[in-house]
């Protein structure tokens, strides 16, 4: 057995239930693995009993065993009672062994006994309710035999979401049994904040471990956290990006289809590299394939978002410009700090401006000076650029390892543009060197530390 830098054994926790409950999905979602075990509409999908570890650093702190499921406990349980009633036994774990002894001469049981020798060698046992099925008596024969190896139970009701009745009678169930500890936990719809109470209540059940466990609890919390600033600071380096992207056009012929359409595929580039990096960041792989083919129905994530609809759900007006993208001209003046770049000012504008200017912003001074514009990104694109990243941070940061379904987005975002947000896009339209910062610019980390209390709401 493993022992950590204190000279404590990890935390042996053995993941039980019925069938189908959710168990190697709970595993997948505490790992941010979505490749662990096997996930099967059917039966019995888990046959043998898997070992895996969760880590504070080197140190293995959880050891998780996936076990299969309770396929006729009532006939086992009717079983034990046989087996008490021929023997003489002090505990009830001892009849558990007993059976144990003869579980070759019952091998309709093979996998309950698979179970329980995993319980009995166990700290803590995780019993995963699907909070969907009704409550039966097949789940208080399990819970009944479970109660016999002696310890801590700990019902985790999974599958909450939108099942609130469910989770009602489950609650009351356990109660009879005296499991008031219970925990939700959904591995579908997850919520870090779950997690965190997951390693509180062991921290209840083994208070002998509590300092190994709180210290999981802290180095769990800096990855989150960690994990999150690391998704917006990729979400603000796309927004500068984009609003300081421009393309010199001829300002006598106007702009052309393929200059526009250069500068959509920009867009559309800067954002499909962006989710492909949010979805490394959050250990994301499955789904990856799933949105290159760029779905555009029934709300799946689609990177069209030049269309009416895409414009229509994140609040902006799908008029001609917006769907265009694009605004000529747009921050020409801003680009020397508000100094004029008329014909007639230029060189005054040029004098006043200082060396250290004129050299940042040659390529915009020399297209003044030859009467040519900037094409740049409107306004509504970036403000929808911001929203749907939100939504998507949102979804990423509440998605289980255990989702199957397609990444989705809601149709109405539930976030609004930050105060002085037209400020802030002002700022960035005039620093494209900041979208490949190495963060030692003093006035870039005052608008990435704005930006991240925008986003994750830090005060």
Known sequence: MIKTETGQSSIRIAIVGHTNTGKTSLIRTL????????????????????????????????????????????????????IESSVST??????????????????????????????????????????????????RDEVEILSKTGKPILPVFNFIAGNDEGLKRWRAQMALFNLHAALEFDSVAFDF??????????????????????????????????????AVKRILKMLIEVASYRIEVNASHGTTDEEIAKMQNFVRTAEKKTLADLLRIF???????????????????????????????????????????????????LMVG????????????????????????????????????????????????????RDLLHTLTHRGHAAQDKLRLGKNTQYSLPKDWSGFVETIRHHPEWASSDETDNDYMQIQSKFISWVLQVK
């Not at 414009?311 to 921050?331: P, V, Y």
């Open 193 to 230: 904040e779950s997690e965190k109470r997951l390693y509180q209540k062991l921290q209840s059940l083994l208070e002998s471990r509590y300092e190994l466990i709180q210290s999981l609890l802290d180095f769990r919390q800096t990855v989150w956290q960690k994990l999150t600033h690391a």
């Open 283 to 333: 250990a994301f792989t499955q789904v990856d394939s799933d949105l290159q083919q760029i779905p555009a129905k029934d709300g799946e994530w689609t990177l069209d978002i030049f269309s009416p609809r895409a414009l229509k759900e994140f609040g902006q007006t799908a008029g001609a410009s917006a769907l265009k993208g694009a605004t000529a001209g747009a921050g020409i003046d």
């Open 90 to 139: 002090q505990l009830p774990i001892d009849v558990l062994r007993q059976f144990l002894q003869q579980s070759e001469q019952h091998p309709d049981f093979i996998q309950e006994a698979k179970v329980i020798r995993q319980a009995i060698h166990s700290d803590v046992l995780l019993y995963i309710i699907d909070v969907r099925e009704p409550v039966l008596g097949k789940y």
């Open 338 to 389: 508000g100094m004029s770049l008329g014909a007639a000012a230029a060189l005054g504008a040029v004098l006043g401006a200082g060396f250290s200017t004129i050299k940042r912003y040659q390529r915009e001074l020399k297209a003044a000076f030859s009467g040519n514009k900037w094409l740049c990104v409107n306004n509504e694109t970036i403000n929808v650029l911001y929203l749907r990243q």
């Open 31 to 82: 790992l941010r693995d979505e490749n662990f075990g096997k996930i099967n509409d059917e039966a019995g999908t888990t046959r043998h009993v898997e070992k895996t570890s969760i880590y504070v650093r080197e140190r293995e702190v959880l050891s998780l065993f996936d076990t299969p499921g309770f396929e006729d406990s009532s006939a086992l349980l009717q079983l034990l009672d046989e």
